[in-house]
Nanobody, 112 residues
Framework: QVQLVESGGGLVQPGGSLSLSCAAS????????MNWYRQAPGKEREFVAS????????NYADPVKGRFTISRDNAKNTVYLQMNSLKPEDTAVYYC?????WGQGTQVTVSS
């Protein structure tokens, strides 16, 4: 059974940092591109970042370029999202995704 479990969300002040993790199980993690998406209240879910399976090539949405870093540890079946210089507009539920599978999401709130 495929599972994607996100963790690491929380409340942070503008300019702060958070690190999200997504632990995967039930599939061959190392062969899948892994993605992070987010959904803010009243908005559609949007792409944040991705990392390829083999070469770990990364791709980012324009709003997060230079502030967020996606990485993966295939030995731990885990993908990470390091978020720096957070802004109030980064407030959203962040989801981990692989192929047709989604995690349950973790809330990130950026507020003073």
């Amino acid at each position: 059974q495929v599972q994607l479990v996100e963790s690491g969300g929380g409340l942070v002040q503008p300019g702060g940092s958070l690190s999200l993790s997504c632990a995967a199980s039930g599939f061959t993690f190392s062969t899948y591109r892994m993605n992070w998406y987010r959904q803010a209240p009243g908005k559609e879910r949007e792409f944040v970042a991705s990392i390829s399976a083999i070469s770990s090539t990364t791709n980012y949405a324009d709003p997060v370029k230079g502030r967020f870093t996606i990485s993966r540890d295939n030995a731990k079946n885990t993908v990470y999202l390091q978020m720096n210089s957070l802004k109030p507009e980064d407030t959203a539920v962040y989801y981990c995704q692989a192929a047709a599978y989604w995690g349950q999401g973790t809330q990130v709130t950026v507020s003073s």
